[in-house]
């Protein structure tokens, strides 16, 4: 049995689509662009991709930030790992080259969030760096946002929400990330959230990333 913390090192994100390049192509462009789209929303357009292992409470802290910039009349949008699942990468196994798939389709489409003007919120494990470096590539210098949820693999057991370590312990998925597959940490993520900070709830984690797109002025045009 596997799931979707399950990969392997040795793959390289230019080898995960079995579609040739075609070379008939051409890029269109229009008289709406980036720029027009950020004015009409009163804000810039970027990804701000959060990392972590399993349990670490990645969602609540996408969905805390999605909630507190709609509030603010901020246009944001959510896209989810296991969400996706049930329809853009439906098609995806969780064997090492169709996990990587998954995070280079899901970096693709928050890229044309963030075209559109739409502060983009991805939440994957995403444990591999050459991945969430290929992303990164894709956008603009500064668009790509990443925020690593340093929470300790003890808490995360401990929470333990979809049940999935308990299973990954007794031998019943095999290649969990954390358990017997590994969790690459970043480096030098723009924004770290740590477990047992003082400031640590999930609404205060959000809002810490809130005041960096402020400080940044992403959130106005």
Known sequence: MSNGNAGKKGRH????????NSTNILWHKCAVEKVDRQKLLDQKGCVIWITGLSGSGKSTVACALNQILHQRGK????????????????DLSFKAEDRAENIRRVGEVAKLFADAGVICIASLISPFKIDRDACRA??????????????PLQICEER????????????????????????????NSEIVLKYGDPCSSPIEM?????FYLEEKGYLQA
């Open 13 to 20: 994100f230019g080898q995960l689509s079995t579609l040739a």
């Open 75 to 90: 246009l944001s949008y959510v896209l989810d790992g296991d969400n996706l699942r049930h329809g853009l990468n439906k």
């Open 138 to 151: 894709l956008l603009p210098d500064g668009d790509f946002i990443e925020v690593f949820m340093n929470v």
């Open 160 to 187: 333990d929400p979809k049940g999935l370590y308990k299973l990954a312990r007794a031998g019943k998925i095999k290649g969990f990330t954390g358990i017997d597959d590994p969790y690459e940490v970043p480096l």
């Open 206 to 210: 959000a809002e810490k990333v809130v």
